[in-house]
């Protein structure tokens, strides 16, 4: 059973920073995109940042120079650092696999970010 458990996430001040971790279980990583997308109230979920085993890193623009993907324990965790923070990065943040072959995604329960003074 696949599993992505995420920690992390919480109230932080403008300009801030919080780090996100997702640790992915239950299945061997080899062709994949992970990562972090966003999800506002009303809207749909945006990607933020993902990463694949090549390492192939994409941002969106908003977060580009503040946010920062990165992995390890072997690739199976996912961590998003994100410094000074702004309001506007208030969403809940969910952590995304999808997996090549054969086609499949999973999603974290997701964790609430809140930017607010």
């Known amino acids: 059973q696949v599993q992505l458990a995420e920690s992390g996430g919480g109230r932080v001040h403008p300009g801030g920073s919080l780090r996100l971790s997702c640790t992915v279980s239950?299945?061997?990583?080899?062709?994949?995109?992970m990562g972090w997308y966003r999800q506002f109230p009303g809207k749909e979920r945006e990607v933020v940042a993902t990463?694949?085993?090549?390492?192939?890193?994409i941002y969106a623009d908003s977060v580009k120079g503040r946010f920062t993907i990165s992995k390890d324990n072997g690739g199976n965790t996912v961590n998003l650092q994100m410094d000074r923070l702004e309001p506007e990065d208030t969403a809940v943040y969910y952590c995304?696999?999808?997996?090549?072959?054969?086609?499949?995604?999973?999603w974290g329960q997701g964790t609430q970010v809140t930017v607010s003074s």
């Open positions: 995304g696999l999808l997996v090549v072959s054969p086609y499949s995604t999973y």
């Open positions: 239950g299945i061997n990583l080899t062709l994949y995109v």
């Open positions: 990463t694949t085993g090549a390492n192939n890193i």
